[in-house]
């Protein structure tokens, strides 16, 4: 087992990555505050693991809560269940929530905790790549609104992450190739060592080589939890973290969150993005041709959905956290492994990416 941490002075907090580890008692112990303890989780994950997650916690008293699956049911409906289980259970500020599942479950619960009786302690348990790499990792928390994505949440950080290698057995290969999308982020914005290594172990990555796996998710964390650790509330350095977001989030609002997957989004605007660095100047071809082939090697889409035009990208990034008094900012590449912080772009360049970046 790895142990990596995330530097946040009191409120400090461990990654531990490896296999077998939802059966280890033992990291649940120290990190639960009372015997009140709530799981949740959604109808997939649920019938995988819950029974081995309540298996560590008979000594505790229990609740749990099983969500629908998908980026649609992440709503304040949604989490409105979890707030009535809490209520109805009498559970107090010092019972534990435990978030056993993917990227929405994970900012749903974590949403749940940081607003019940004003902040519990919460556990991640991410069963997803990209959980793991990714959302489970900084204490982002939240739900959407049919105007934008993750617009009403809080930063609220966890008692500790608990990513078990395991659990990705079961994922099915659509869902791995998402969670390389935030992996291959990491390269392109402030590690191009490990961009180079992506590009040489892409393959064993999709064959699910555990090596291969431990590594990326390894790097990818340590990459998160630096810089999580300078900038934990997104001023600065944090926000390149979202690199390819603004449009990605744009394509998920705009298709409803049902036909892409949050990093298949991801992997076209990241593309989009390089697409955009290009016509400033920064990017050569040969660099956007190398991001391009690795989102597709990866089995990722890299081209914007037909039916969304520049109208409406335009009208959707502009409801973005990083946005400065309706002034759309992005998150661009100088180089590769080496990201801009938000900055304001040319109306002109970003039309031209938006209307003919994948439209030939």
């Known amino acids: 087992m790895k142990k990596l941490t995330v ?10 990555i490896g296999s077998g580890l939802l059966n280890q008692a033992d990291i649940y112990r120290k990190h639960i505050k009372s015997v009140q303890v709530l799981v949740v989780s959604n109808e997939k994950v649920a019938a995988l693991y819950l029974d081995a997650v309540l298996n560590q916690l008979q000594d505790y008293r229990v609740e749990t809560v099983i969500l629908p699956d998908g980026e649609s049911f992440k709503t304040l409906e949604h989490v409105t269940q979890v707030f009535d289980t809490l209520l109805a259970a009498k ?25 019940y009786q004003r902040g519990i302690a919460f556990l991640q348990i991410p069963t997803t790549l990209l959980a793991q790499v990714d959302s489970s990792v900084g204490g982002k928390t939240g739900v959407n609104h049919p105007l934008g994505k993750n617009m009403i949440g809080a930063f609220y950080q966890p008692q500790c992450v608990i990513a078990d290698a395991d659990v990705l057995d079961t994922l099915d ?12 982020k990491y390269g392109l914005i402030r ?15 999709l064959a699910r080589d555990k090596t291969a796996l431990s590594y990326a998710i390894e790097q ?43 990093g298949e989004a991801v992997a076209i605007g990241t593309c989009q993005a390089a697409d955009l660095s290009r016509r400033k100047g920064w990017l050569g071809d040969a660099d956007v041709e190398r991001i391009v082939a690795l989102f597709k090697r990866a089995r990722l889409p890299v081209l914007p959905p037909a039916q969304m035009d520049c109208e409406q990208f335009l009208a959707l990034m502009a409801v973005d956290k990083k946005n400065v008094d309706g002034l759309i900012r992005l998150i ?5 492994g080496v990201a801009t912080l938000p900055t304001g772009v040319e109306r002109s360049l970003l039309e031209q990416t938006l209307k003919q970046y994948g439209r030939q």
């Open 220 to 262: 990818s964390c340590l990459n998160k939890a630096q810089i999580v650790a300078e900038d934990e509330t997104e001023t600065g350095v944090r926000a390149t973290l979202n690199l390819g977001h603004t449009f990605g989030h744009a394509i998920e609002t705009g298709t409803g969150y049902s036909e892409y997957l949050h």
């Open 173 to 184: 290969d659509r869902q791995l190739s998402a969670g390389l999308a935030e992996v291959i």
């Open 332 to 336: 661009l590449l100088e180089k590769i």
């Open 91 to 115: 559970f107090s500020r010092n019972a534990t929530l435990i978030a056993l599942g993917g990227g929405v479950i994970g900012d749903m619960g974590g949403f749940a905790a940081a607003c």
């Open 7 to 16: 530097e946040l002075g009191e409120r400090s907090y461990p990654i531990y």
């Open 191 to 205: 590690d191009a060592t490990f961009f180079v290594w992506l590009e040489n172990n892409i393959d064993a990555l």
